[in-house]
């Protein structure tokens, strides 16, 4: 069931289940946004929650390439006349294209993207200061992914990030940006003081 969680910007959760729950969100506007494509599965119900808020996407920006991100994109490509952008140096699999390739700093749409290297060698938030707004995709979970109370970030694990360390260190590339929310894929997303928080815990983290 889509969800608007801020003014034009809906959370559509494609799958829950006992001990996760996974999302994209769709971001109105001049060109209607879908942010991550979720599996390949999915692609009826995220099409059926655009459908129930009155949205059409017009572009598909991919934060990296782990399946529940992009598993969905050739079927979305398919089902929406979607213009579709991935990060460079994110694999895509045989017969599948994107339409355009991003990096740090890139103008993607209002969004600019920064490159947060760890949770994997790809991954990269999209912040829109003029919504006051970010979506992290992976470089952060909601604390509540980790049993502590929401409205927090924490890292991923060990166990979901392929270096742990440079996740930590990557975030230090969102300071200079200021949003109050903070959009995440997996716990809750932070809607207050979202880029403060942010540095207090990097602050916190690399005090040790």
Known sequence: MPDEIMPDVYDLTVR??????????LVDGETPTLVDAGFPDTVDAIRDACDEVGVTPERLVVT?????HVGGLPGLSEAFDLVTWVPEGTDLDEGV?????????DAVGTFTAV????????????????RDLAVLGDAVFGSDSRGLPAGYFV???????????????SLERLLGFEFSAGLVFHGSSVFEDASEKLRSFVYFSNRG
Not at 97 to 105: K, N, P, S, Y
Not at 117 to 128: E, K, S, T, Y
């Open 97 to 105: 294209t994107a339409d355009r390739r991003f990096g740090d700093g």
């Open 16 to 25: 829950e289940t006992d001990r996760a729950r996974y999302r994209v969100y």
């Open 155 to 169: 890292l991923p694990t060990a166990y979901y990030s392929e270096d742990l360390n440079r996740a930590d260190e």
């Open 64 to 68: 990296h390439g782990d399946g529940d």
């Open 115 to 130: 490159h947060l290297p760890g949770h994997r060698a790809d991954m990269h938030a999209l912040v829109d200061e003029d």
